[in-house]
């Protein structure tokens, strides 16, 4: 959960939260100083205490600040405040690319170049920087309304160590995108952004990434061990130079890939040459691999197919063998069986068992038609509500199981969709109670609002003198029907003193003034001129409420 936060370093005023990521949140907010809205993403404050990922923080905003490129987010600033890290960036008003895609689907042959040129144009900056983003992937892609594409997240650039992935799923960087060679943990350099952008492009024409697995490891052999398909088989329309393109920052062999981002970038503006018009799809000299490997510490080995040797051997007797082998599969066939039917072992499609599509950013709608194409019973399916700073009012947020899990057709899957943004509650001292009651009322807030009247001097009734039980920046769910407490002022109301009698005039004047009460002294005809108050108007020990400035309490003096 993000946490509560109303201003950072006596100049950014927050404004809501708008995403949160692994390890940071990231707030939309007003620059008080340069007058503008900004980004804001703090480090949470948990992770501040590990250096690895504080590390990570400091190397994201130092690697970007570096950069000036109108498809890099930029930096405008970097400090820590109150024990907070923080990064303020520029606001992009749109969403990520993943969004994108996952609402439209496969884009259009002349969207898709458009995005990649400016992707390209921006990684082939970094580069020549000497910056290797090593994350690039369509979650850290944010496009603009105007089609203008930002890339940001230069958390794991520029490392020198490798990035592992290991059996039991840690993986740094993302499998989906993830070059060959990153696997095997060879030392990054930039080829390893040409790979990751081939396969956001690919993304970007059939509307999914080339390789699925349950886990990152069998992902990452994917990317080994199978050739990429071709984007002309999903769709023939695409140009071959297009489907060229794909395939050669996509090559296993990183010195079979573009030499450079800049020279993808230069196929990307020239595809559609006359000279490109009927070229033939390009092939790749390396060898397959043959063998695929995990060492001791995590990293992918590879073996190639080497020539085989042919030597004469002496004939004799298979029967063994066949035997022996006959007995092998049906043990495994058997170990099998029971570790499926216990559940120990599960595979798609075999049992009943399926694997959960991605729904997040999906419709209600497009949600439960994309779980019946995956074979899932959806009558089965629970539909809740809840607030959502980041997802569009009925869009999916979560559901409770992830995208690759295996899991029964009949499973009961929950999916929550965003029922819109969460309210804002702001700083209502010192405003009128009715005045507040409406505003909410007009904004659609539903509140348990509970009311102290409290006499005040000198103010007109019906003022909201205290607030608790929900505090300014708190967000909360407009229906959820929360309690806030208001202290409201109302006319002071007292007992009169009887000690008034035989007080001189004005010390009973400024008695009563100081308990909010307004006074009239009126000197007795005949009087001695003592200043000694003699009576009251109303009398001592009555009940008196000052309702406003035609209201007072008469002093007779002598």
């Known amino acids: 959960m993000a946490q509560t936060i109303n201003q950072i370093a006596n100049r950014y005023e927050i404004i809501s939260l708008v ?3 692994g390890m940071a949140d990231v707030y939309k907010a007003q620059d008080t100083i340069l007058n503008r809205i900004v980004a804001i993403k703090i480090l949470r404050q948990k992770l501040s205490e590990d250096p690895m ?3 990570r923080f400091q190397r994201e905003a130092s690697a970007a600040s570096r950069l000036s490129h109108p498809n890099v987010v930029d930096i405008y600033d970097v400090g820590e405040y109150n024990g907070m890290h923080y990064i303020v960036m520029e606001f992009i008003r749109g969403r990520t690319l993943k969004e994108l895609i996952g609402l439209r689907g496969p884009l259009s042959v002349d969207e898709a170049v458009h995005i990649m040129r400016q992707l390209t144009s921006a990684i082939a900056h970094a580069h020549e920087h000497n910056i290797i983003h090593r994350d690039i992937k369509p979650q850290n892609i944010l496009v603009k309304d105007d089609g203008t594409i930002k890339i940001t997240d230069f958390g794991i650039a520029v490392a020198n ?11 740094m960087g993302s499998a989906h ?19 990751s952008m081939g396969i956001v492009f690919y993304e970007l024409l059939t509307g999914s990434v080339p390789f699925q697995g349950k886990t990152p490891t069998e ?3 994917k990317h080994l061990r199978e050739p990429i398909p071709f984007v002309r088989d999903f769709n023939p329309g695409i140009p071959q130079s297009i489907e ?5 920052a996509t090559a296993k062999n990183p010195a079979e890939r573009y030499d450079s981002a800049s020279d993808m970038l230069y196929e990307l503006m020239h595809y559609n040459d006359i000279s490109n018009r009927n070229v033939q799809r390009v092939t790749f000299k390396s060898q397959p691999v043959s063998n695929v490997e995990i060492d001791d510490d995590g990293y992918v080995k590879v073996e190639y197919e080497k020539p085989k040797k042919v030597t004469k051997k002496p004939k004799r007797s298979f029967i063994p063998y066949v035997l022996g082998a006959l007995g092998t ?3 495994i066939v058997l170990m099998f069986m029971i570790a499926s039917l216990t559940g120990l072992i599960r595979f798609s499609g075999f049992l009943g068992y399926q694997t959960m599509p991605e729904v997040v950013s999906l419709t209600q709608e497009e949600a439960l038609n994309v779980l019946e194409d995956a074979n899932f019973d959806t009558s089965n399916v629970e539909i809740k509500e809840d607030v959502s700073d980041k997802f569009d009012e009925g869009l999916v947020i979560s559901a409770n199981y992830d995208e690759g899990e295996i899991i029964p057709g009949d499973a009961d899957i929950v999916l929550t969709i965003s029922k819109g943004p969460s309210f804002l509650v702001e700083d209502y001292t010192s405003r009128s109670l009715s005045e507040v009651q409406a505003e909410l009322q007009a904004k659609g807030v539903t509140l348990n609002i509970e009311v102290e009247y409290q006499g005040a001097k000198d103010m007109d009734p019906g003022i909201i003198l205290e607030q608790s039980g929900l505090n300014p920046g708190d967000r909360i769910d407009p229906d959820a029907n929360e309690t806030i407490k208001f202290v409201v002022s109302e006319y002071p109301t007292i007992t009169i003193p009887y000690d008034l009698i035989g007080k001189d005039v004005n010390e009973a004047q400024a008695e009563l ?6 006074v009239l002294p009126i000197q007795q005809e005949g009087g001695s001129g003592s200043n000694i108050v003699v009576a009251v108007s109303p009398d001592v020990g009555s009940e008196y409420t000052q309702e406003g400035t035609d209201s007072v309490v008469t002093l007779y003096y002598d």
């Open 177 to 195: 995108y993830l070059a060959p060679e990153t696997a095997q943990g060879k030392d990054p350099d930039p080829k390893i952004d040409i790979y």
């Open 53 to 55: 990922t504080l590390v």
């Open 329 to 331: 599969i049906i043990a």
């Open 244 to 248: 060229n393109i794909v395939l050669k």
């Open 19 to 21: 995403g949160q990521g």
């Open 219 to 221: 992902i990452a052999i």
């Open 161 to 171: 160590d490798a990035v592992q992935l290991t059996l039991n799923n840690a993986v």
């Open 513 to 518: 003034n100081d308990l909010g009460i307004a």
